[in-house]
């Protein structure tokens, strides 16, 4: 199973925040992105890759405990950036230093766990917008952004989430996401 590890913002954060990217759907070279759709819309606190079966239930345990040792913490969606021209994204606001730890626990606990991970970098809280193969100008859509201020919530899980690959051959076909396991924090 291709997995990585998230933190899911509510269906109130979420339509928020499908209110404020619907006119960036109508600026310049908009065509050209590659939209994420809002049922994937996510925070990845570690990525896992391909992760054999046999690893699932030590995997499980242990995001378990890290999970239950980090307390709750608030969150908001918070305007926009991006990785160079390909990738825009909004940030969070917030809690981030627990969310950072939250972060660093997943990411223990997969290595514990004997899940190779990639190379250790410094967690970015962010949510993927859109993405495009050929370097983009992003500045309109940060421009759009940069005012955004999404309504906090609190952060009460972490969630074990499955990538489906997209039917291939169906153009502008995304993953798709399923959830296959969840804990609570601070429990």
């Known amino acids: 199973m291709r997995l990585f590890v998230a933190v899911l913002p ?12 619907a006119p960036l759907h109508t600026l310049p070279g908009a065509g050209g992105l590659r939209w994420t759709g809002t049922d994937a819309w996510h925070f990845t606190l570690a990525f896992l890759g391909v992760v054999d079966d046999a690893l699932l239930p030590d995997l499980h345990e242990r995001l378990g405990r890290a999970a239950g040792r980090t307390e709750r913490f ?9 990785f160079d021209g390909h990738v825009l994204w909004v940030g969070a606001a917030g809690g981030l230093d627990t969310m950072r730890l939250l972060a660093e626990r997943a990411d223990a606990a997969a290595r514990r766990a004997g899940v190779p991970m990639d190379e250790h970098r410094r967690y970015t809280p962010h949510l993927t917008l859109a993405r495009s193969r050929a370097e983009a100008d992003l500045h309109p859509y940060l421009e759009a952004l940069d005012t955004f201020e999404g309504t906090p919530w609190e952060v009460g899980e972490m969630a074990l989430v499955r990538s489906n690959p997209p039917v291939s051959g169906v153009p502008g076909e995304h993953p798709r996401y399923e959830v296959v396991a969840s804990w609570s924090l601070g429990h």
């Open 74 to 82: 608030p969150l908001r969606i918070h305007r926009g950036g991006r």
């Open 10 to 21: 509510p269906d109130s954060a979420i339509a928020e925040l499908r209110r404020a990217v």
